[in-house]
């Protein structure tokens, strides 16, 4: 087989150059010369090629629901949108030690007895892998295993043996002999990963490439990397806690931003049933500065405790700290607190943290918080069966949040009693056992909270 021909391309201008360079020769850019194969040119080659496009109308193309593979674990289902598709492509990237490996492992088990599975280790032996499954108390049997890094090899090896499921652990340290190169480099990332999506499609393999991370927590290599691919999943967790969640970032499959949560035991990943009991704390008494939200992830309705510490600052710069919530919000939050509702945080430190280790994106987190630092700062514990969301403008109005029946429905599942909500989120129809209390307006809010 003869060797392709490589060039070095620009990513600022797109000119080429036979040789690396470390400035671009047509833009003068710095640093932007990235290997890639150079195609040969033939003739007539565009004609060629329109002929053999499979040019249709739209209308006449039938739309389908496309069949799904379970997965075997339910929360991992959940994130993939119903289970793996056949020539989907799925990266998911995460902390070294976080869990990838495992889940993928344990998947694969599961689905290994009613289709073919290829596990394609780049990182570790056949010895490590089998000493995991034995660890895990798995039955890794149907599973067929190849620790190799070459990705000519691979291909080869998926032509050859045709699974419904392959997976690469990890794409970074794949390479091919067409670029010179070194493996996990720009270059190496972007063609590997091409290949073995255009073989997925083709062959119509179900392909899991694993993914690095860099220390910021962004997926390594190429950002065409998550372009290429149909799903992009984040597994994430606190290297403190046993609890892992899972993310999906993109999906052309399913619905975005759904998560799924892990335990890691001894014998590898458990499904969490109720997630919403990770989230809360368990006082033995009230205690001010706690409230409980409900925030939405993806379709799921998550209950989260959001605790509030307000103490007397002792430097000309009172500090503002969030953990699991964006602090730029948290400096306007207090703001409409203090011109809305009368309470002055000026002179007082404020610290914001999310139970569990959560991160909270969405604005309907807004009048938990606020209630929260007005309990810390009173020091009047709230009542503890109070669920609050809610929106808060610069205004001082309450504005409403999507799904707010959904929420609604789950904390009266969890036993709460009572919710603060937007005037808008009220439900038409009475909810068992919970007292739903509308509000417009902040201090309306604060008011409310005195009566229960």
């Known amino acids: 087989m003869a060797k392709a021909k490589t060039v070095y391309t620009c990513t600022e201008c797109g000119a080429s150059s036979p040789k690396w360079q470390g400035q671009c020769p047509s833009c003068m850019a710095w640093n932007t010369l990235v290997e890639s194969i150079a195609e040969a040119p033939t003739a007539n080659r565009y004609a060629a090629l329109a002929q053999t496009a499979g040019l249709q ?15 075997g674990i339910g929360e991992f289902d959940r994130v993939l949108g119903g289970g793996l598709v056949a020539g989907g492509v799925v990266l998911i990237g995460g902390d070294p030690g976080i869990g990838k490996s495992t889940l993928l492992l344990q998947t694969l088990c599961h689905v ?20 995991r499954a034995r660890r895990l108390g798995l039955d890794a049997g149907p599973i067929d295993l190849l620790a190799e890094i070459q990705l000519e090899k691979i291909l080869a090896t998926l032509q050859t043996h045709k699974p419904d499921i392959a997976v ?53 290599g190429p950002r065409v990397l998550e372009h290429i691919v149909d799903t992009v999943l984040y ?3 606190d290297p ?16 975005v931003n759904e998560l799924g949560v892990f335990a890691m035991t001894e014998k590898g990943l458990r499904e969490v049933s109720n997630p919403s009991a990770l989230f809360l704390s368990h006082h033995a008494e009230q205690v001010a500065g706690s409230c409980i939200t409900v925030t939405q992830e993806g379709s799921r309705p998550l209950l989260v405790e959001i605790q509030a510490l307000v103490d007397e600052a002792h430097a000309p710069n009172p500090k503002r700290l969030c953990v699991g919530l964006e602090q730029n919000r948290l400096a306007m939050l207090l703001a409409v607190l203090h011109r809305h509702a009368g309470v002055a945080c000026f002179d007082q430190d404020v610290f914001i943290n999310a139970v569990g280790g959560v991160r909270i994106s969405e604005p309907a987190v807004d009048l938990a918080v606020l209630l929260a630092i007005v309990s810390s700062l009173k020091n009047k514990p709230l009542h503890n069966k109070l669920i609050v969301f809610g929106e808060v403008g610069l205004a001082g109005e309450v504005r409403p949040v999507q799904r707010g029946q959904e929420r609604l429905k789950e904390a009266a599942k969890l ?29 309306q809010a604060l008011q409310k909270i005195k009566e229960i």
């Open 57 to 71: 109308k739209l209308a006449e193309v039938e739309a389908a629901e496309v069949p799904r593979q379970p997965s």
């Open 415 to 443: 036993g709460f009693t009572h919710a603060i909500v937007p005037k808008a989120n009220a439900p038409k129809q009475a909810i068992p056992d919970l007292t739903v209390i509308a509000v417009e307006r902040l201090d």
């Open 112 to 131: 290994g007895h009613l289709r073919k599975a290829i596990y394609v280790s780049g990182e570790e032996s056949a010895q490590q892998i089998a000493m």
């Open 240 to 255: 403190n806690s046993s609890f892992r969640l899972i993310r999906a970032f993109k999906n052309r499959f399913g619905a």
């Open 168 to 220: 690469i652990d990890s794409i970074q340290t794949i390479y091919s002999e067409a670029l010179q190169s070194a493996p996990g480099s720009v270059a190496q990332v972007r063609e590997c990963s091409a290949q073995l999506t255009r073989a997925a499609k083709q062959l119509g393999i179900t392909v899991i490439l694993v993914g690095h991370v860099t220390k910021e927590g962004s997926l390594a």
């Open 235 to 237: 597994f994430e967790g």
